[in-house]
């Protein structure tokens, strides 16, 4: 009889060693998924804030280029010397890497002087269309380095003209954040 009473209360001993276990784990499990949920829901919360920042960022350096490309004057983009010295005074007073001018066929030249022919990029048939442009470009031409490209339109007379853009190198653009 002892030996069944000693049998009995190891049975209930271990019973209540793994009921406890089995909570322990259930709960555990629980509070991870919880965790987890938590984190994935503070990581979403702080995408949407950064990419709503950088929306923001590129919206102003859009202002920028825009405001530029309104006070130009036709007498002015037809003469690159006035170009590159409005350009360069613009590039002192922001955050760009260049600036550039592109007339209708896609050649243009940079802040520095350096003729370019973009003609072939998507930021350029975008912007020519009247339209704000943003594109990653892995290889830029002169440098041969990733670039973000930000572009817009140059309107005379409501005739798109051009196009005024500024670049950006990858640095440059984390700075942004």
């Not at 793994?18 to 979403?44: F, G, K, N, P, Q």
């Not at 002169?142 to 670039?147: D, F, L, W």
């Amino acid at each position: 009889m002892r030996r069944n009473g000693r049998n009995i209360f190891l049975l209930v001993l271990i019973s209540m060693g793994v009921i406890t276990l089995l909570s322990v784990l259930y709960y555990r499990h629980d509070a991870v998924e919880r965790a987890s949920a938590l984190t994935s829901e503070r990581l979403s919360d702080s995408a949407k804030e950064r990419s709503l920042t950088l929306k923001a960022k590129i919206d102003g350096q859009f202002a920028v280029l825009d405001t530029f490309a309104e006070s130009i004057s036709p007498s002015e983009y037809a003469d690159k010397q006035v170009m590159l010295a409005r350009m360069t005074s613009l590039l002192h007073t922001s955050s760009f890497l260049h600036i550039g001018f592109v007339k209708a066929d896609g050649h243009g030249y940079l802040n520095n002087g350096r003729d370019v022919y973009v003609g072939d990029r998507g930021y350029f048939r975008k912007a020519i269309l009247g339209q704000h442009a943003v594109e990653k470009i892995l290889s830029g031409k002169i440098e041969k380095q990733p670039r973000f490209i930000i572009a817009v339109p140059l309107k005379v007379d409501s005739h798109t003209v051009g196009i005024i853009y500024g670049s950006y190198n990858d640095r440059m653009l984390r700075d942004l954040l």
